[in-house]
């Protein structure tokens, strides 16, 4: 494993510029959100205070999961020393460095849900684990040892912080690396990345039953973890084709071609499919069983409310990358995988949603400004602290040991 540097006709010592339309639309989309979640908090109607509660929830996760994403890339390429990724390692290193902006937004979003607003009220509610209470509970005083305050907190805490930590970590060796050449901040890379991916593999799924699945306490299911990491997972993969084809279109990252964006490509299909896999597992067998304290997940989500919801989120998540994405020239073209990837993003915005909003808005629910308000507002200030993370350095990793490789990536 050695450096190489054979530059080529390549300026990999280029920034990318946040400035102009973008940077505009982005600050535009966090006035929108700002705007739509003071809309809702300050209303005298106490759902829609429960609604924008349930939104900033949906939003803060989904925004922690995409950069935890991120993170997650990275370590896999080092852990795999896999060099095809080199020329586009930047995007998903500016993604996991605002990992702990993330971390802090939605830690901020649970403890409010947790004291102000109870949206954790199917099992942190007066009396659920009192036996001489009339609200006693056996099924969730049962849990207790689990579903606790500073258990919850403190896990939240440890989960978000340690892969804040190594995210962060990450980011900055590679760009010591780009000052420093040699092989010393690669090596460190690999060996951290190595021990970030057995934490955060064995803590995800622990991290999505408390933050989502606690939401209706009453119900659990062992594959709901390995269902939110393949959905954080897709979505994280969108989310980098999409801010690698938009910075190519401006005339950046020249050195990365069809080949780098048909790998990701494969990965997006594949990923695709694997949530569809776990999705149907757990549906399926919950549905074959038909035990009562399964099944009143999913009763939920067939009232007539969330039913077209909830079969639209199987239609663009799982059929919608099967038919576009299966033909080998598809996911070479820019255009389509561009469309599959906000498709995608709206998907899984779309299966938090179905996720969420039964356990938290459980009367005279609604859709509408606050829904999409605060939705456009977080994807506005990801863009925002994204491309101005991304702007900080330059694009190409020039000492990364498997540059050249990635410059020649063909398949």
């Known amino acids: 494993m050695g450096t190489h540097n054979h530059h080529h006709d390549y300026n990999f010592g280029e920034r990318f510029q946040f400035a102009g339309i973008a940077k505009i639309l982005s600050l535009v989309g966090i006035a929108v959100g700002v705007v739509a979640v003071a809309f809702g908090l300050l209303s ?25 994403a991120g993170a997650f890339f990275l370590a896999l390429q080092f852990v795999t020393q896999s060099g095809w990724s080199a020329g586009l390692i930047r995007i998903p290193q500016a993604m996991a460095s605002v990992l702990p902006i993330a971390a802090i937004i939605l830690f901020v979003i649970v403890g ?31 849990k207790q040892a689990f579903l606790n305050v500073p258990g919850f907190l403190i896990r939240q805490i440890l989960f978000m912080g340690s892969y804040s930590i190594f995210a962060f970590i990450l980011a900055k060796l590679s760009y010591k690396e780009d000052l420093e050449g040699g092989l010393n901040s690669y ?4 060996k951290l990345s190595a021990i970030f991916l057995v934490i955060f593999g064995f803590t995800t799924p622990i991290w999505s039953f ?7 306490a009453h119900w659990f299911s062992t594959m709901f973890g390995w269902y939110n990491f393949a959905a954080m997972w897709v979505s994280g993969l969108a989310a980098i084709i999409i801010i690698l084809v938009l910075v190519r279109k401006a005339g950046y990252l020249a050195w990365v071609n069809e080949n780098h964006l048909h790998d990701l490509g494969k990965l997006l299909f594949g ?20 035990i009562p304290e399964e099944t009143v997940y999913f009763y939920k989500r067939w009232e007539p409310e969330y039913k077209p919801w909830f079969w639209l989120n199987v239609i663009i998540n799982f059929l919608a990358p099967l038919l576009l994405l299966m033909d080998r020239d598809v996911k070479r073209r ?26 938290t808005v459980e009367n005279h629910r609604g859709f509408g400004f606050i829904e999409i308000g605060t939705a456009i507002g977080f994807v506005g200030l990801f863009t925002f602290l994204v491309m101005s993370k991304l702007s900080k350095h330059a694009l190409a990793p020039k000492n990364h040991p498997f540059l050249e490789e990635s410059l020649h990536h063909q398949i």
């Open 334 to 359: 820019e255009g389509m995988m561009l469309f599959v990837a906000i498709l995608l993003l709206c998907g899984h915005w779309l299966d938090y949603y179905i996720m969420i909003m039964p356990g």
């Open 44 to 68: 005298s109607d106490h759902i829609m205070v429960e609604r924008t509660y349930a939104n900033l929830l949906l939003m803060g996760y989904y925004f922690t999961c995409v950069c935890a």
């Open 210 to 216: 408390d933050t989502v699945m606690s939401l209706e």
């Open 271 to 290: 990923f695709s499919i694997f949530w569809t896999y776990v999705w149907f597992a757990q549906f399926m067998l919950i549905w074959y069983s038909n």
């Open 187 to 190: 090596k460190k890379s690999f």
């Open 112 to 142: 409010l849900g947790l004291f102000t607003h109870n949206l954790y009220h199917h099992w942190h509610a007066d009396g659920l684990m009192d036996e001489n209470s009339p609200n006693y509970d056996a099924l969730v005083a049962g």
